[in-house]
């Protein structure tokens, strides 16, 4: 599915000095998505690439066009690697109670490790938008 650019850009115009982020499953293999994904890190709107297991975090994160975040295997620790050596990062709110995406903000970073999600910890609610978003 093709990703709509004037829409995309209205939605970077509108997040200005906002520092707003979100997550996609809209194919970056495709190009014309691929210049938007990047276009939109660029310009401060972060789009996160998600995929739904580790193996595929490596494939997405190769593309060198925007953070990634992943589904990670219940239980998993805190810090993680992929199978290409990198870094996978536990979302801080599901091991404290006291961290919101206000306070961590971690997605909004471009330049950081894959984030990973558990299905069962708190961010459930995340983990879901990541998986289906
Ligand atoms: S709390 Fe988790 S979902 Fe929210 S910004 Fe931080 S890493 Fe991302």
């Given at each position: 599915m093709k990703i709509d650019h004037s829409m995309m850009r209205q939605l970077i115009r509108a997040n200005r000095g906002k520092g707003g982020f979100t997550y996609t499953h809209h194919n970056p293999f495709d190009a014309d998505n691929a210049a938007i994904i990047a276009e939109s890190n660029r310009d401060g709107f972060t789009i996160n690439l998600s995929s739904n297991k580790v193996t595929e975090a490596d494939a997405l994160a190769a593309l060198g066009i925007a953070p990634v975040v992943t589904i990670l295997p219940t239980?998993?620790?805190?810090v993680t690697y992929t199978a290409e050596g990198r870094k996978v990062v536990r979302c801080p709110a599901e091991t404290s109670e006291k961290v919101t995406c206000q306070t961590c903000?971690?997605?909004?970073?471009?330049?950081?490790p894959i984030i990973g999600f558990t299905p069962?910890?708190?961010?459930k609610k995340v983990t879901e938008k990541v998986a289906n978003g």
């Open positions: 239980g998993s620790t805190k903000r971690l997605c909004q970073k471009t330049d950081r069962h910890g708190s961010g």
